[in-house]
């Protein structure tokens, strides 16, 4: 097995995949004659480049996901703070009509609101920031 097969093999593992790359570059100076050094400088120029994509999609994602949990609790928080002050929130949420459907509403605004959340973490700019 010559250099660029072992290294193509090679980046099958997981967090290697950059090999193939480099076994490309060196398949193409093995058979054009060209120098090496160029092209895998080009190659970790990219890397570098990825790598500093992935950090600034993992910031921005995070304050999406802070956010996120942020809203999620602002319900339970408003609810405390209704018992807080004296107001029995179950009286208004539990045997109200009308309270139940906000409580239901509530309730499926903020699972949808979690799940596209999700959604947007696990779209393929999310999984880039999660490198």
Known sequence: MDVPDALAAA????GMAALTKVAV???LAEGSGS???DALERVSEGLR???ELAAVLAAELATVRA???LLATLPVLGVAGAAALGYPPQQLL???PV???CLLLAMVLTGLGMLWLRWIASS???RAGRR
Request: proline share 8%; hydrophobic share 30%.
């Open 11 to 14: 980046s099958a593992r997981p």
């Open 25 to 27: 570059c060196w398949r």
């Open 35 to 37: 120098g090496l050094a």
């Open 49 to 51: 480049d990825d790598e």
């Open 67 to 69: 956010t996120g949990r």
């Open 94 to 96: 539990l045997e109200n």
């Open 99 to 101: 309270g139940r459907v």
């Open 124 to 126: 393929p700019w999310g």
